[in-house]
């Protein structure tokens, strides 16, 4: 009986709640926040939640002296009035009664207090009591059921009658008679200030205006628009309409034609605000939020193992706030993870989040198109189109970050694509962007024309100081984070790589990027344009394949790195024909092998980058396949793709390690992958600085 009657109560209460949420009410707590009126506007200090309890405490009301608010608060399945002190800080209950007491409001006597009362019977009328909670006996005996009021004088109070519609009525305390003064009003009525009139929330179908009643004329006029998602509003002494928008104060001064904003608040508890009520003198405002749910933003993430970027922890949890990795550390051993949300992640494998050290979003798989077919055929929009879907696709793959080397013809639509994932426009991992790269004129492709059609090209052509300077300075201003340049090509007589640029040529592309904080990533396969571009000052060196010992050692001495792309030459000899597993292995795919080898054997640092474009985007996992494959240990080959590569790229302080602090990029995935390094596709949950983006 007690429940039913509760609920029926709230339901009529927040109207706007489905069902199934009235099943428990929604947690709420009021603020309070001193007030202050300056010449640019309002300012709002720091604010004290006065009802830190999980439940429901809302409608604050202020006293008239200011000195204290009185509230409701529903416990033990019905509600009570309580009054809190802003000078002592505590906190009494006023009305101690089976039934439900709502609304508190100070009467126009300053004596008593008139609620909405919910009998035990389920009737609402307004009820007067004294200060210190007496019941003295119902407002009006005939009015109800009644859902919220507001004083326009000793004898005159105007009433939210619940009804279909909701009706705005003014009521006489001396006769106890009412009349409608509008039809479908929403909940907030209040006495204006410094006049006699009512502003009132008239519904209509798209939300609602806030009106103005003159009681003696019965007329009304518009005041202001609702804002967005809230109906409730308060009046400063001043005569300024304030109200709230998400975790945002807004007000209205009348002259604005929009409402403006006061202050966003940062308070968990004020990020969805409802009510608000300003103090009597305008120097305290009490503010209502929705209670954040128990251990909002925190996560504590409870696989098999965690794999730091550097070694395999067993028995490791990793606890996420907000964006960040608060903890991670032995299970037991975590604190703060109280109230977080828990995911179990039995028998998986937790990684920070994949780095992909070589990829082309703007491509897609050779067998599919060629790459002439891509950069002369295909629209700008046709790419960036199936762009879109490469970069979920790598995401859900558990790589959130990726070095983008080249839209290959497509300008510097990879510079759009980052923005849009940074924007939360589309699901995509953090790119590094290089924008068109840099070639030698003459030495790229598409190539086999006639030399009168002038044929676009994949990349952007210059050679001399001057020009190189130009287009590294462009691409730079266009948006590129890296510089790439082709340091050979195949422009051979045969058709065989062979050098491009001169050492003075890519000495110049890398002081002009470094000068601006960028380093220089290049395209090399033969060993005279690995060492130039090693002489120059380059970071990386993509492909190496034909690294000798003594290129490598070079390597190795300067701390440039080899992204190897295995899987690139493993895909295009099977486009060719090669029959893997079936046929021998042919010998470019030998010699990479033993090029891999040589390097390995030397040091050089070794970053994780498939070129992945050439096959297709969400199989970066081949890379790492074949890294182990080709002789690298499993552990190795899973730090080249987080730590290492994120020492490379320059995002150690960011990504690329389990360690507090960092961005909360992570994938789990089933199984062991330092075990079997293939289990990195089992992908089963990916998080990006801290959002879930994929579950399995
Ligand atoms: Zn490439």
Redesign the pocket.
Known sequence: MTISRYLLCLAAALPELPPAAAQSPPGTDIFIAPLERRPAGLAVGAPLNITGRAGYDNQPGWSPDGRSVYYTSAREGQTDIFRYDIGTGRTAAVTRTPESEYSPTVMPDGGHLSVIRVELDSTQRLWQFTLEGAPVGPVLEAVKPVGYHAWLGPDTVFLFVLGNPATLQRARVATGQSEIMARNIGRSILRMPGRDAISYVQRDSTGGTIRELDPRTGQSRELAPLPAGNEFLAWTPEGELLSASGNTLLRWNGRASAWEEVLRFSEPGLQRISRIAVSPAGDRIALVGDEPAPGDGTVLLLPDRVFDGIEMHPGWAVLVRGDRIAAAGPAATIEGAAGARRIALSGMTLLPGLIEG?S?LLLHPYNEASWNDQVLRESLALRVARAVNHARLTLEAGFTTVRD??TEGAAEADVGIKQAIAQGIIPGPRMLVTTRAIVATGSYGPRGFDPRWEVPQGAEEASGLEELTRVTRRQIAAGADWIKVYADYRWGPGGEARPTFSVDELTRIVETARSSGRPVVA?AATAEGMRRAILAGVETI?HGDGGTPEVFRLMAERGVALCP?LS?GDAVRQYAGWRKGTDPEPAAIVEKRASFGRALAAGVPICMGG?VGVYPHGDNARELELMVNYGMKPLDALRSATAVNARLFHLEEQVGAIRPGMLADLVAVAGDPSVRIGDLRHVKLVMKGGALVAQR
């Open positions: 070589h082309h080397l080249g395209h993509e792309t690139a070129d």
